[in-house]
Structure formats: structure tokens, C-alpha cells
């Protein structure tokens, strides 16, 4: 009887496998089609499986993408470029908000975020789309990496919307920590590999070619055309704190500084304590400027 109840058990369950494929067969044909929509269950359960599968975001880019999330608010029916776009964590988060999301990529086989598929876009050379394609550009953590990021930002301005806003991250070369590294190192970033090693391994070690401070990002901004709206620092590093009393110096010599220095260099900001103490990230948002206003 036991044998008859297993053999049976498993008829029934061969059965009931069938008739589920069948249905889901059903379901997808409906689907494609426009018939129905897909449950909440199974989205949930697609939008599990693909972030399994997307690696943790590395370094300070975390932060940069957490704080991108909460300080813009998208709209449905707004065209979003994420350049580059590395796995796809800020794409897949604004995906699944229903948006419209681009993703763009010198690399684009890294990206893991499920379809659309990233496409291949070189910053270094002019973006593959048509002017005024755009509401929003998110560019985190990709403009130190360009030999040319002035051309960059007037592509970024090219193929944004009147009045759409580019909203970028680079390393922050302006706080206390990284001011320290140049005095000891004689540079704040990580030295670039030889070239030969940089062709055998050209996404995993990526040097930084512009290792620019806050007030150049400003400039190279404003001479593509843009609105600076806010500048910010995100992803902040404990260890700063130790350098507190040097960077209170710093801070306390800025202000006696001239009038046209402190304007000049954008002291106001540069030698404040929150960018000398802030993270190791950058932040800025631009707003492209109208006809009119430039």
C-alpha cells in the first residue's frame, strides 16, 4: 500500500506539474499579448532572483546610489540615463519604481539587472543619442575615469531636455583625508598600473585620470551650460575624524582669506568642515540651462 500511495502520490504530482506549466504557459502567452498583467507574487519573485544576483555595490558607490534614490523624485513618464551603469543597481531599483530607465555601459556584459539589456556607450566619445533625448543623466563615479570629462559634460548637456539636471558623482579629492594622502604620497588617488596592465584587465583596475577638486567640477559644468543646484558629499569615512583638528586649521585659515580668493576657489564650500570631514564622494546636481537663461 505504501508503494501504491507513493506510486500514485507521484502520478498525481507529474499531474499537477503539467497542468501548472500549462497555466503558466497560458499566463506568459496573456502577458505578452497585453491580456493581463503579472501577479504581485511572481514580480516579487523575478525582482528576488535578480537582485541575487547583482554583486553589492563596491566601495562608495553604495552610498552614492542610495543618496541619488532619495534626493530626486521621478516621475513615470520621465526618461532616465544611468551612464555607466556597471551591474545595474540604480537601474533595477528604478525599474521596478516603473521608470524609464536606460542603462549604459562601456562594459555592458557586466550589467545584471535583467532586460533591457545595458548598451555599449564609450564617454570618452560622442553619446549615441539624439539631442534632447533625455529628463535626468545619473553618472556616478564615472567622470574621474574619462581622459576628457569637459567633453563629457557637453555631451551630458547635448542630450538632456531643457531644464533637465545631470546628476553626478566623483570622488571627493577635497577632503581631509584625501589632502593628507598628496602631502605623503605626492598624489590622492590610488596610482594608475602600467598601460600593459590596464589592457589585460581594463574593468577590474580602472585608473582615475581626473582626479579633479570640487570647484573645477563647478566650472566644467557652467562652461557646458549648466545650472549648479546643490554640492554635496556622501558615503562619509570614520577615519577622517582623526585629522579633525587639522581640518578645523584649514577651515579657520579659509575664512581669512581675500575676498576674491575665498570666491575663486569656492572656499565657501571647500574649506567648510562638512566638505573637509564629508565622504568620500562628491555629489552634484545640474540643471541644463535654457536658451534664455544662457
Known sequence: MAVRRSQGGGLATRK?????????????????EGKTSPPDSVIRWFEQEIKKELPPPRGSRGGVLEYFLSAQQFQPDQRILDLP??????????????????????????FQAGEPAAVQVDMNSPLPFPGDSFDFI???????????????????????????KLLLSTPNYSNIE?????LLKGSAARPPLPVHRHREIPFNDPPHLSTFPACYWKLAGD??????????????????WFFFPLALLISLMGKFARGNTRI??????????AHLLGGRSLVMILRKRSRIEA
Open 16 to 32: 499537477g506539474l503539467a497542468s501548472a506549466l500549462g497555466i503558466a504557459k497560458e499566463l506568459l502567452v496573456d502577458i505578452e
Open 85 to 110: 551603469c556597471g551591474p545595474g543597481w540604480l537601474t533595477w531599483e528604478l525599474r521596478r519604481k516603473g521608470l524609464d530607465v536606460t542603462a549604459a555601459d562601456l562594459f555592458p556584459d557586466t
Open 138 to 164: 545619473i553618472s556616478a563615479e564615472g567622470v574621474e575615469h574619462l581622459e576628457n570629462p569637459w567633453q563629457a559634460f557637453r555631451e551630458f548637456y547635448r542630450i538632456l531636455k531643457p531644464g533637465g
Open 178 to 182: 584625501r589632502r593628507v594622502s598628496y
Open 223 to 240: 562652461f557646458a551650460g549648466f545650472t549648479l543646484e546643490k554640492m554635496d558629499t556622501c558615503a562619509a569615512h570614520k577615519k577622517q
Open 264 to 273: 575663486r576657489y569656492e572656499m565657501e564650500w571647500t574649506q567648510s568642515m
